[in-house]
């Protein structure tokens, strides 16, 4: 078993920035791909970036890309998404996410193991 939580959520002016953490225990992890995931009240789950296990290569969905960057610490079980210039409309509930098979994936159905996520709030 793999179990992650999500730290680094709150209230944040529009333009500002956070920085979300992910901290993974249980099983060792430093093979899998891992991602990010978000929830607006009343909407479905959306793909927000994902990371594979090396670190060399990422995925970003078209909506952040350039504003937002995902990283992992294998030696800390940690990995990280930074938000710059968020918007309103990115209020959401931020989960991470990883999926024992290698790959990139946008696909929430391909992750297995899930935080219990983390409130971001972009005021305007």
């Known amino acids: 078993q793999v179990q992650l939580v999500e730290s680094g959520g709150g209230l944040v002016q529009a333009g500002g920035s956070l920085t979300l953490s992910c901290v993974a225990s249980?099983?060792?992890?430093?093979?899998?791909?891992m991602g990010w995931f978000r929830q607006a009240p009343g909407k479905e789950q959306d793909f927000v970036a994902t990371?594979?296990?090396?670190?060399?290569?990422?995925y970003y969905a078209d909506s952040v890309k350039g504003r937002f960057t995902i990283s992992r610490d294998n030696a800390k079980n940690t990995w990280y998404l930074q938000m710059n210039s968020l918007k309103p409309e990115e209020t959401a509930v931020y989960y991470c996410a990883t999926k024992l098979r290698p790959g990139i994936s946008a696909r929430k159905g391909d992750y297995d193991y899930w935080g219990q996520g983390t409130q971001v709030t972009v005021s305007s």
């Open positions: 990371i594979t296990w090396s670190g060399r290569s990422t």
């Open positions: 249980g099983r060792t992890f430093s093979s899998y791909t």
